[in-house]
């Protein structure tokens, strides 16, 4: 059985950066491409970065570009989402789970990490 392990989050201010991690078990995992997702309170969840396989490619949703980056350790079965420039409307629970714009259905749902961002 496929687990995901989130963390990394935290309260941070305006302008500051985090790194998040996210282990992935039970799975061959460099079979799959992976995103990290997020969900603000009161709003659906968003992919906002993802990474092929090999992690030679990487795309990211427009609010978030130049300022996330997604990595993978394919030897260590975790993938990476290191965030700069932090802003409150980042503040939302992340999860990282397959590229749901290639997987034909997600992993269930890990229990995420809290990213805060204070103004």
Known sequence: QVQLMESGGGLVQAGGSLR???????IAFSNYGIGWYRQAPGQQRELVASISRGGGL???QDSVKGRFSISRDNAKNTTYLHMDSLKPEDTAVYYC???LRIAARLWSWGQGTLVTVSS
């Not at 998040?20 to 039970?26: F, H, N, P, Q």
């Open 58 to 60: 990487s795309n990211y």
């Open 20 to 26: 998040l991690s996210c282990v992935v078990s039970g």
């Open 97 to 99: 789970n397959k590229d």
